[in-house]
Nanobody, 120 residues
Protein backbone atom coordinates (compact mmCIF):
# COMPACT_ATOMS: atom_id res chain seq x y z
CA UNK A 1 0.00 0.00 0.00
CA UNK A 2 1.29 3.42 -0.94
CA UNK A 3 1.10 6.17 1.66
CA UNK A 4 2.32 9.74 1.60
CA UNK A 5 2.06 11.66 4.87
CA UNK A 6 2.63 15.39 5.09
CA UNK A 7 3.58 17.30 8.22
CA UNK A 8 4.87 20.69 9.22
CA UNK A 9 1.90 22.88 8.49
CA UNK A 10 0.55 25.42 10.93
CA UNK A 11 -0.21 29.04 11.61
CA UNK A 12 2.49 31.60 10.88
CA UNK A 13 2.62 35.36 10.52
CA UNK A 14 3.28 36.96 7.17
CA UNK A 15 6.99 37.00 6.47
CA UNK A 16 7.56 33.83 8.44
CA UNK A 17 8.75 30.40 7.37
CA UNK A 18 7.59 26.81 7.52
CA UNK A 19 9.11 23.56 6.31
CA UNK A 20 6.72 20.90 5.11
CA UNK A 21 7.74 17.25 5.05
CA UNK A 22 6.29 14.38 3.05
CA UNK A 23 7.26 10.87 4.03
CA UNK A 24 6.40 8.00 1.72
CA UNK A 25 5.96 4.27 2.09
CA UNK A 26 5.23 1.78 -0.65
CA UNK A 27 6.83 4.04 -3.25
CA UNK A 28 10.34 5.42 -3.53
CA UNK A 29 11.12 9.02 -4.36
CA UNK A 30 14.31 8.13 -6.19
CA UNK A 31 12.18 6.45 -8.86
CA UNK A 32 9.49 9.13 -9.09
CA UNK A 33 9.19 12.81 -9.73
CA UNK A 34 7.67 14.49 -6.67
CA UNK A 35 5.47 17.54 -6.58
CA UNK A 36 3.87 19.83 -4.05
CA UNK A 37 0.38 21.17 -4.59
CA UNK A 38 -1.93 23.47 -2.72
CA UNK A 39 -5.61 24.17 -2.66
CA UNK A 40 -7.03 27.29 -1.12
CA UNK A 41 -10.67 27.59 -0.02
CA UNK A 42 -12.92 28.00 -3.04
CA UNK A 43 -10.05 27.53 -5.49
CA UNK A 44 -8.78 24.71 -7.61
CA UNK A 45 -5.68 22.63 -7.08
CA UNK A 46 -2.44 24.40 -7.95
CA UNK A 47 0.82 22.63 -8.70
CA UNK A 48 3.51 24.78 -7.13
CA UNK A 49 6.75 22.84 -7.27
CA UNK A 50 8.29 19.68 -8.61
CA UNK A 51 11.62 17.88 -8.42
CA UNK A 52 12.78 15.46 -11.04
CA UNK A 53 14.00 12.01 -9.99
CA UNK A 54 16.18 11.88 -13.09
CA UNK A 55 18.46 14.86 -12.50
CA UNK A 56 17.03 16.68 -9.46
CA UNK A 57 15.89 19.59 -11.62
CA UNK A 58 13.41 21.74 -9.76
CA UNK A 59 10.43 23.70 -10.99
CA UNK A 60 8.32 26.38 -9.35
CA UNK A 61 5.22 28.26 -10.23
CA UNK A 62 5.83 31.99 -10.51
CA UNK A 63 3.98 32.88 -7.33
CA UNK A 64 6.41 30.93 -5.13
CA UNK A 65 9.63 31.24 -7.13
CA UNK A 66 12.43 32.63 -4.99
CA UNK A 67 10.54 31.94 -1.75
CA UNK A 68 9.97 28.17 -1.74
CA UNK A 69 12.53 25.39 -2.13
CA UNK A 70 11.76 21.77 -2.87
CA UNK A 71 14.14 18.95 -1.99
CA UNK A 72 14.20 15.25 -1.34
CA UNK A 73 16.18 13.00 0.96
CA UNK A 74 16.07 9.65 -0.76
CA UNK A 75 17.70 7.86 2.18
CA UNK A 76 14.70 8.92 4.29
CA UNK A 77 12.25 8.69 1.38
CA UNK A 78 11.09 12.15 2.36
CA UNK A 79 10.40 15.28 0.37
CA UNK A 80 10.50 18.78 1.78
CA UNK A 81 9.11 22.16 0.90
CA UNK A 82 10.91 25.04 2.60
CA UNK A 83 8.63 28.06 2.53
CA UNK A 84 10.06 31.47 3.33
CA UNK A 85 8.62 34.98 3.20
CA UNK A 86 5.14 33.59 3.52
CA UNK A 87 2.19 35.71 2.46
CA UNK A 88 -1.49 35.52 3.42
CA UNK A 89 -2.24 34.35 -0.12
CA UNK A 90 -0.15 31.24 0.56
CA UNK A 91 -2.86 30.04 2.92
CA UNK A 92 -4.05 26.64 1.67
CA UNK A 93 -3.96 22.92 2.23
CA UNK A 94 -0.65 21.65 0.91
CA UNK A 95 -0.11 18.11 -0.25
CA UNK A 96 2.64 16.15 -1.90
CA UNK A 97 2.31 13.65 -4.68
CA UNK A 98 4.30 11.41 -6.91
CA UNK A 99 4.03 12.44 -10.54
CA UNK A 100 4.47 10.71 -13.87
CA UNK A 101 6.69 13.63 -14.83
CA UNK A 102 7.22 17.20 -13.70
CA UNK A 103 6.06 18.34 -17.12
CA UNK A 104 2.43 17.35 -16.58
CA UNK A 105 1.95 17.87 -12.81
CA UNK A 106 -0.49 14.95 -12.80
CA UNK A 107 -0.55 13.28 -9.35
CA UNK A 108 -0.32 9.50 -9.17
CA UNK A 109 -0.22 8.99 -5.41
CA UNK A 110 -0.94 11.83 -3.02
CA UNK A 111 -1.13 12.53 0.68
CA UNK A 112 -4.02 13.94 2.68
CA UNK A 113 -2.45 17.34 3.05
CA UNK A 114 -1.43 19.73 5.79
CA UNK A 115 -2.99 23.11 6.49
CA UNK A 116 -0.88 26.24 6.17
CA UNK A 117 -2.39 29.47 7.44
CA UNK A 118 -0.57 32.77 7.06
CA UNK A 119 -1.91 35.68 9.07
CA UNK A 120 -1.43 39.28 8.04
Amino acid sequence: EVQLVESGGGLVQAGGSLRLSCTASGVTFDDNDVGWFRQAPGKGREGISCISSTDASTYYTDSVKGRFTISTDNAKNTAYLQMNSLKPEDTAVYFCATLRTCSDYEPEYRGQGTQVTVSS
